[in-house]
């Protein structure tokens, strides 16, 4: 993709740097921005990292692991134990349909809607919805998996802004781990593009609102993607 050729041209915030001065990766992203409706308005999509690909094999597995004991159990020939091994050859017929369902069905395009209006977070329940104008700040934070020096770290994206908005409690309590005034925080492990192009888009569009009306169409896309997200409009 051309967007991870530009990448590395930009800046990458001190929070998401190690000890030795190098950036801090949060995994392998192999995403696209596109354009997609959020509630009925067009916007950008930074998406994240599908779920459900890894618990429908999650359940394939575990459906799998109870179907084999359980037709042991049915082949020895004692009633009781045939019972018990049916039972359990039923719990993983069970989880193997849920995991081929999930595996086979549509994905949802869930992240971070951009529209002209809003930060969306599509994939929490209610969604996050952030008004533009009361946004603040995007804020990279980082969160030290340890008490060493070395101790690796995990990036996250706060967002500070006026008021709460439409924001869950639970996205709220992890936000005011990092300060006071932010009102939702997004690890960048659950972000399925390059963390800086991620941070540097909301900036973008955060100092740039007469850019904004862009972000209902390929025009947004195509800056994303290219990297066009540093520096004023």
Same mark, same amino acid.
């Given at each position: 993709m051309v967007i991870m050729d530009r990448a590395p041209l930009l800046p990458c915030p001190h929070p998401w740097r190690r000890t030795d001065g190098s950036p801090q990766e949060s995994g392998k992203p192999a995403g696209n921005a596109l354009t997609v409706d959020s509630e009925g308005a067009a916007g950008l999509l930074l998406p994240t990292r599908p779920t459900t690909i890894a618990a429908g094999v $999650? #359940? @394939? *597995? *575990?459906? #799998?692991? !109870?179907? $084999?004991?359980?037709? #042991? !159990? @049915?082949a020895s020939g004692h009633l009781m134990l045939g019972i018990a091994g049916g039972v359990l050859g039923l719990l993983g017929l069970l989880f193997l349909a849920a995991g081929i369902f999930a595996l086979t069905r549509k994905q949802r395009e869930v992240g971070i809607v951009l529209t002209p209006d809003h930060v969306v977070l599509n994939w929490a329940r209610p969604s996050v919805r952030l008004p533009w104008t009361s946004i603040t700040e995007i804020r990279p934070v980082s969160l030290r998996m340890g008490r060493g020096r070395g101790a690796p770290s995990q990036n996250y994206l706060g967002v500070a802004a006026h008021g709460q908005g439409e924001v869950n409690d639970r996205m709220r309590k992890l936000a005011v781990r990092f300060g006071p005034d932010l009102v939702c925080a997004v690890s960048m492990r659950t972000v399925d593009l390059d963390q800086l192009v991620v941070l540097h888009t #909301?900036?973008?569009?955060?100092?740039?609102?007469?850019?904004?009306?862009? !972000?209902?169409?390929p025009d947004a896309v195509e800056r994303v993607m290219s990297g066009r997200v540093a520096g004023p409009e």
């Amino acid at each position: 993709m051309v967007i991870m050729d530009r990448a590395p041209l930009l800046p990458c915030p001190h929070p998401w740097r190690r000890t030795d001065g190098s950036p801090q990766e949060s995994g392998k992203p192999a995403g696209n921005a596109l354009t997609v409706d959020s509630e009925g308005a067009a916007g950008l999509l930074l998406p994240t990292r599908p779920t459900t690909i890894a618990a429908g094999v $999650v #359940l @394939i *597995v *575990v459906g #799998l692991g !109870l179907m $084999v004991p359980g037709g #042991l !159990l @049915i082949a020895s020939g004692h009633l009781m134990l045939g019972i018990a091994g049916g039972v359990l050859g039923l719990l993983g017929l069970l989880f193997l349909a849920a995991g081929i369902f999930a595996l086979t069905r549509k994905q949802r395009e869930v992240g971070i809607v951009l529209t002209p209006d809003h930060v969306v977070l599509n994939w929490a329940r209610p969604s996050v919805r952030l008004p533009w104008t009361s946004i603040t700040e995007i804020r990279p934070v980082s969160l030290r998996m340890g008490r060493g020096r070395g101790a690796p770290s995990q990036n996250y994206l706060g967002v500070a802004a006026h008021g709460q908005g439409e924001v869950n409690d639970r996205m709220r309590k992890l936000a005011v781990r990092f300060g006071p005034d932010l009102v939702c925080a997004v690890s960048m492990r659950t972000v399925d593009l390059d963390q800086l192009v991620v941070l540097h888009t #909301l900036r973008f569009y955060l100092d740039n609102p007469r850019a904004r009306a862009e !972000l209902s169409g390929p025009d947004a896309v195509e800056r994303v993607m290219s990297g066009r997200v540093a520096g004023p409009e």
